[in-house]
């Protein structure tokens, strides 16, 4: 699948909780999880392949054992503790990244990929993570989270380099 980048309009759009998780649900989510592992991301939200449904995967254990997705639909944050600082990248925002403000501990709240009730409680980069893709549910990037001048420098960057991409488009090389 192809990840939509910034400034894509589908990434700022609201994803719509899940009601039956059926058969097209699961092969979406295996889908994301061969994107996201090409990708070499740690997490995925469901719009980032343009399709507006609550569901996010994660991978922040980075071993050597081999993939372990976590699926998690309709996420809620429930609980928040603490504040933290911390470097921020996102496979829709290219050849950027950012320190970013989140909250230090969160609990979330929804289902697993077969329905089951799930309660996460998280940390570290797993909190750092699911707060991303939550936001991204919610047609939210990280960028949004720095400041104005921080963004328009981005913006101006990006635009040079997709001009630049664009001269090269058509050509053989
Ligand atoms: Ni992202």
């Not at 980048?5 to 990434?11: G, H």
């Not at 609201?14 to 058969?23: C, R, T, V």
């Not at 343009?50 to 699926?71: C, F, M």
């Not at 989140?102 to 979330?108: A, H, L, P, Q, Y």
């Amino acid at each position: 699948m192809r990840i939509l980048t910034y400034p894509d309009a589908v990434l700022r759009a609201k994803a719509e909780p899940i009601q039956n998780i059926d058969e097209a649900i699961q092969k979406l989510v295996d889908n994301m999880c061969k994107t996201m592992y090409s990708s070499m991301g740690i997490g995925l939200a469901a719009n980032q392949v343009g399709e507006l449904k609550r569901i996010l995967i994660y991978d922040v254990t980075q071993t050597k054992a081999g993939p372990n997705p976590s699926v998690l639909i309709n996420p809620e944050i429930i609980l928040t503790e603490g504040d933290i600082v911390q470097e921020e990248a996102c496979l829709s925002v290219i050849d950027f990244s950012a320190d970013v403000r989140r909250k230090e501990r969160i609990k979330v709240r929804g289902v697993d990929k077969d329905g089951n009730p799930l309660d996460i409680e998280a940390e570290g980069l797993l909190a750092r993570c699911l707060q991303h893709e939550i936001d991204h549910l919610n047609g939210v990037l990280y960028i949004d989270h720095i400041s104005t001048l921080k963004r328009a420098l981005y913006n101006k960057r990006l635009k040079k380099i997709m001009k630049r991409a664009a001269s090269s488009k058509g050509k053989k090389m």
